[in-house]
């Protein structure tokens, strides 16, 4: 009780302190906190570059961004776990998930993933595979390319233009598989990701982002 009082619960993602009964979450940043299906439609014209089954976008990107700039940015893994466990319990709930075969976290490049110490997707990722139990897949790809950062390029399509390779497409070969990232902003990222994944064996592909900071 006394700790609760000194170091009382706040809010992931506004900080304020938490009320008897809220976990995680204020009552106020549970309203709204989801996108509706007009935003699925917009990314449905713009993911082009392969066939998808399933896209899926958790949260609206303004409720949650100061958590997973925390996380992304600061490495409060706090906030990444939090967020892990919110988004598996909502990808839990989707029927489709049942034929998932495997989860495959957009990959990083490595000069990137020195500086950041880690690639939050495939931190998310791992709480995803964990909670679910679906295989995490993390060498199938890499990512070649040291781009700059999406919201430091004035030209996002040209910023990420083949900076990923095949690395072992084999470990997607034959699967229907989940990639996943944390914010997808115009698809630029996601659409040059496919090209290289559509050269796989047979591969069926569904999408899934925490977060859309869609312009």
Same mark, same amino acid.
């Given at each position: 009780m006394l700790l609760e009082l000194l170091f009382p619960r706040r809010c992931l993602f506004c900080g304020r302190v938490l009320a008897s009964g809220e976990k995680d979450l204020c009552l106020p940043c549970m309203v709204g906190q989801r996108y509706n299906n007009s935003l699925i439609e917009k990314y449905d014209y713009l993911i082009t570059e392969m066939p998808y089954e399933h896209l899926?976008? $958790?949260?609206?990107?303004?409720?949650?961004? #100061?958590?997973?700039?925390? $996380?992304?940015?600061?490495?409060n893994i706090y906030s990444g776990r939090k967020l892990g466990g919110m988004w598996?319990?909502?990808? #839990?709930?989707? #029927?489709?998930?049942?034929?998932? +075969?495997?989860?495959?976290?957009?990959?990083?490049?490595?000069?990137?993933?020195?500086?950041?110490? $880690?690639?939050?997707? #495939?931190?998310?990722?791992?709480?995803?595979?964990?909670?679910?139990? /679906?295989?995490?897949?993390?060498?199938a790809i890499r990512r070649h390319v040291n781009n700059n950062p999406q919201v430091e390029s004035d030209n996002r399509w040209d910023n990420v233009e083949g900076i990923f390779s095949a690395k072992d497409l084999s470990l997607i070969a034959n699967k229907h598989i989940l990639i996943? +990232?944390?914010?997808?902003?115009?698809?630029?990222?996601?659409?040059?990701?496919?090209?290289?994944? /559509?050269?796989?064996?047979?591969?069926k592909v569904s999408l899934a982002f925490l977060s859309s900071n869609m312009p």
């Open positions: 899926d976008i $958790f949260l609206n990107y303004n409720k949650c961004k #100061e958590a997973i700039i925390n $996380f992304k940015y600061r490495q598996a319990r909502h990808l #839990e709930s989707m #029927e489709w998930m049942k034929d998932i +075969d495997a989860i495959v976290p957009v990959p990083l490049h490595w000069r990137k993933l020195l500086k950041r110490g $880690f690639n939050q997707s #495939e931190y998310l990722g791992r709480i995803l595979s964990k909670q679910t139990g /679906k295989p995490l897949v993390t060498n996943v +990232d944390d914010v997808i902003t115009t698809s630029a990222t996601i659409n040059n990701l496919l090209k290289v994944i /559509k050269k796989a064996k047979n591969t």
